[in-house]
């Protein structure tokens, strides 16, 4: 009898274990502090993960996870989305992305004026990476694979160089149709939106009805218009009411790139700039602004010449310059400082040239030094070495004020954007010049201006690195830690996470991040990249699945 009943109890048991299961997930995430994505106050919790998705939130501690993280005294975010990355091509050469994943960054937003397609191509064959499509683009980099995930607008340059080449004058009807068609074609294909830098040639070419007549297009999707304005500088006023305007009569909602004001002369227009987008807001437009915490920018020192010289190409651009009569125009024109005074050659810092030779001369001298040293004044030794190399070039300007971008920094509708490619400390990259912003953005953000600086809280810096982007885009179930979300996540120490990249030694890693996952894979693992390739293509509102 007694014998009967053990066996009983002992049935009851199992039958009660058997009942009540122990739930089990693929990722715990114990004990960090969650910094949800929202802007309300941190909490500790537990975080499981199955698959991709956040499964639960809360108290874990009878359950169970095949991989466990100790998050305990670390804040946990939702993956930062970097706003604006340059990094199409790094990406392609080196998937790991290295420098922005040591920062947390799980999203690169790409397509700054430029985008990886539409593209024509003189091959007969889409082979090796010969895409021809936005969608070609992404299932060509899918195949390469990628840590972080990816998204990209398309470049109203990238459309107009395809219709028009880089011609200087206004689209035919059939023409506007075509780029029209072209625009509707890659907001099915995932495009976030339409994006213009119309402070470049061939990019300022276009009147801002032809752009309208593009985000127009893009605003039928639900899109984006974002831009890289006209002028950041005299005429930075004016680019804001073009912005608007589009804005206005697309009917789409429309963010700054890299808010900011150069040249001291007017860096007192810090009010008016601010005053412009709360107006442009209260009266219904939905603008909103991106940045990189840096008082210096990054861009091509083609930059410093008259756009209409560099019609048709650099090819033609260089031509036009080893004419006598019409260099001499183009140094007029910049001396006189047309469209706009260009910067001292003391502010600008040469960041390299395609030859070795000049960048064995040259890298890292500001270009009075390299004036000095060629014999002839800055613009004139300019226009030498871009036809000496056949490239652009790249250098870094020193153009903006400490306060201006504290200023920027607080708004509450600021989000970030690196705007430089996403690097490794491979071979490959070793030629590469770059800005800082690369290696540093996002930590510096926490770091110098949150946590030392307390110019903004925690919670609310890391909402403007996820949630904000997030909701902008359109995009859904990513930007904060929720169930259901994807299992996009940064956890880091809040009290070491800092940038270590300067302008003398900008490939140096930040610091402070410790682990990574992209869609529920650990990517980053106590500071030490995993080599796991989870990321993903996230498309815009408009995509069309075929």
Partial sequence: MRLLTAIIVCLIVILFIQAVKVPAYDVIIRQGTLYDGSGNKPYVADIGINSDTIAAIGNLSAATGKTEIDAKGLAVAPGFINMLSMAERSLLMDGRSMSDIKQGVTLEVMGEGWSAGPAKRKSPKPIDSLWTTLDGYFKWLMKKGTSTNVASFV?????????????????????????????????????????????????????????ISLASEAAKYNGMYITHMRSESDNILKALNETFRIANDAGIRTEIYHLKINHDRNWNKIDQVLSKIDSAQKAGLKITANMYPYAASNTALTARLPTWVQEGGAGEMRKRLRNPATRKKVLEEMRLGI??????????????????????????????????????????????????????????????????????????????????????????????????????????????????????????????????????????????????????????????????????????????????????????????????????????PGWKKK
Avoid: C
Wanted: no cysteine.
């Fill in 155 to 211: 470049g109203a340059t990238t459309v107009r160089n395809y219709v028009l080449g880089q011609e200087n004058r206004k689209p035919t009807a059939a023409e506007q149709q075509k780029m029209n068609d072209l625009v509707r074609e890659a907001m099915e294909q995932g495009a976030m939106g339409l994006s213009t830098s119309l402070i470049y040639a061939p990019a300022d070419f276009a009147s801002t009805e032809e752009i």
């Fill in 339 to 540: 469209p706009t005074k260009n910067s001292d050659p003391k502010s600008v810092v040469i960041l390299g040239f395609r030859l070795d030779s000049l960048n064995k001369l040259y890298r890292g001298k500001r270009l009075d030094e390299v004036a000095a040293m060629h014999g002839k004044d800055a613009d004139e030794t300019l226009l030498d070495l871009l036809i000496k190399d056949r490239s652009p070039g790249a250098g870094v300007y020193h153009l903006q004020t400490e306060d201006n971008v504290r200023r920027i920094f607080k708004q509450p509708y600021v989000s970030f954007g690196s705007d430089g490619a996403s690097f490794s400390d491979a071979k490959i990259f070793e030629e590469w010049g770059t800005h800082p912003r690369a290696f540093g953005t996002f930590a510096r953000a926490i770091g110098k201006y949150s946590r030392e600086e307390k110019l903004v809280s925690l919670q609310e810096i890391i909402r403007r690195m996820t949630s904000l982007p997030a909701n902008n885009l359109n995009i859904k179930n990513r930007g904060k830690l929720q169930a259901g979300y994807y299992a996009d996540i940064a956890i880091f120490d809040a009290e070491q996470i800092i940038d270590k990249a300067t302008y003398d030694e900008p490939k140096q890693y930040a610091v402070g991040m410790r682990h990574v996952l992209v869609n529920g894979t650990p990517v980053l693992v106590n500071g030490v990249h995993t080599g796991a390739m989870p990321g993903r293509v996230v498309r815009g």
